[in-house]
């Protein structure tokens, strides 16, 4: 069965940096993209990153840019989203989300994951 588990969440002042960490349980994150989202009370989830497994590829939301950096750690089956220069609009639940398998649609579509974890909490404030 596939469980993902984030962790790294915290709150931090504006400018400030933070790196969270999905681990993956159940199968090999090799062939399959994983991205993170992220989600505010009221508000749609929106993607901020992808990671294809096999092949390293990545992609950012166009708010998150220069900022944040999505790698991962093919030895611990872990992905990680190192965010740096921190803004108050960076706060929400972040969770990380896979495929059951590649599918090549959009990466920013939430419904193409089929699993996703429970989502660890970052704030942003002074």
């Known amino acids: 069965q596939v469980h993902l588990m984030e962790s790294g969440g915290d709150s931090v002042q504006p400018g400030g940096s933070l790196r969270l960490s999905c681990t993956a349980s159940g199968y090999s994150q090799e062939s399959r993209r994983m991205a993170w989202f992220r989600q505010t009370p009221g508000n749609e989830r929106e993607a901020v990153a992808v990671?294809?497994?096999?092949?390293?590829?990545?992609n950012y939301a166009a708010s998150v840019k220069g900022r944040f950096t999505i790698s991962r750690d093919s030895a611990k089956n872990t992905v990680y989203l190192q965010m740096n220069d921190l803004r108050p609009e960076d706060t929400g639940m972040y969770y990380c989300?896979?495929?059951?398998?590649?599918?090549?649609?959009?990466?920013?579509?939430?419904?193409?994951?089929?699993?996703w974890g429970r989502g660890t909490q970052v704030t942003v404030s002074s």
């Open positions: 990671i294809h497994g096999s092949r390293g590829l990545t």
């Open positions: 989300a896979t495929e059951s398998s590649f599918t090549g649609g959009d990466w920013s579509n939430e419904y193409i994951y089929n699993y």
